[in-house]
C-alpha cells in the first residue's frame, strides 16, 4: 500500500520566494494534518483538514502561511513570501476516522530558507 | 507549546537491554500514542492506550498509563541496534493533540 507521499523531499529556496508543499493522503483517509518540526519548538501542528475542509488553522503562524485541500487526495501547503525562520521540516499526515486516531506520516519535505 | 514531555531526553544502552521512556502531561485526556521516528524519516505510529485503559502491549512493547499521575511509560524489551530513533508521546485531550519533544534511544549493538 503507498503510504502518505510528500514532495518535494528537499527544497532550498532564497528569501521572498513561494514555496509550495505538497501532500497525497492514504487514499480513503479523511483527516489530513500538516505539522512543522524543528529542534527549538519540537512538532507542531499547523493545520488539519476533515473531509477536505480546513477544522483547525489555529497553529498556523502567520497570514504568509496557507493551506488548501482541492479534493481528498491533495493538499498544499504555500508560504508566501518566505523567511529564514520558516526552515524546518514540514510533515503531512493522515488518518481515517477521526483526529484522535493513529496517523500515517509522510517522511517529510525539508525546507531551507537562505 | 507542548502537551507531553518525555524524559529522559535522551538514552543509550547496549543491545539485548531493556529500555524504557516517561511521558508526562497535564492536563485530562482521551487517549495517549506512542510513535517512533527514525533519521529522515516520518513518524511512525506504535501503540494507543485510551484513558481508561492501564497497560498495553504490542510484540516487544509495553505502554502503562497512569491518569492519576498523568504519566505514560514505554518499555522496549531485549532492545536492538534497529530500536535506535527517537520517540514520541502524542496526547489528545478535548482541545487538541500535542506532541512531545521526544526521547533519543541509542542502541549500541
Known amino acids: 500500500d503507498a503510504g502518505v507521499i510528500q514532495s518535494p523531499r528537499h527544497e532550498v529556496t532564497e528569501m521572498g520566494q513561494e514555496v509550495t508543499l505538497r501532500c497525497k493522503p492514504i487514499s480513503g483517509h479523511d483527516y489530513l494534518f500538516w505539522y512543522r518540526q524543528t529542534m527549538m519548538r519540537g512538532l507542531e501542528l499547523l493545520i488539519y483538514f476533515n473531509n477536505n475542509v480546513p477544522i483547525d488553522d489555529s497553529g498556523m503562524p502567520e497570514d504568509r502561511f496557507s493551506a488548501k485541500m482541492p479534493n481528498a487526495s491533495f493538499s498544499t501547503l504555500k508560504i508566501q513570501p518566505s523567511e529564514p525562520r520558516d526552515s524546518a521540516v514540514y510533515f503531512c499526515?493522515?488518518?481515517?476516522?477521526?483526529?484522535?486516531?493513529?496517523?500515517?506520516f509522510g517522511d517529510g519535505t525539508r525546507l531551507s530558507i537562505l | 507549546s507542548q502537551q507531553g514531555e518525555e524524559d529522559p531526553q535522551a538514552l543509550s544502552i547496549q543491545e539485548g537491554e531493556n529500555a524504557t521512556m516517561n511521558c508526562s502531561y497535564k492536563t485530562s485526556i482521551n487517549n495517549l500514542q506512542w510513535y517512533r521516528q527514525n533519521s529522515g524519516r516520518g513518524l511512525v505510529h506504535l501503540i494507543l492506550i485510551r484513558s481508561n485503559e492501564r497497560e498495553k502491549h504490542s510484540g516487544r512493547l509495553r505502554v502503562t498509563l497512569d491518569t492519576s499521575k498523568k504519566s505514560s511509560s514505554l518499555l522496549i524489551t531485549a532492545s536492538r541496534a534497529a530500536d535506535t530513533a527517537s520517540y514520541f508521546c502524542a496526547t489528545d485531550s478535548t482541545n487538541d493533540m500535542r506532541f512531545g519533544a521526544g526521547t533519543r534511544l541509542t542502541v549500541k549493538p
Open positions: 499526515a493522515s488518518t481515517l476516522g477521526g483526529r484522535n486516531q493513529p496517523q500515517h
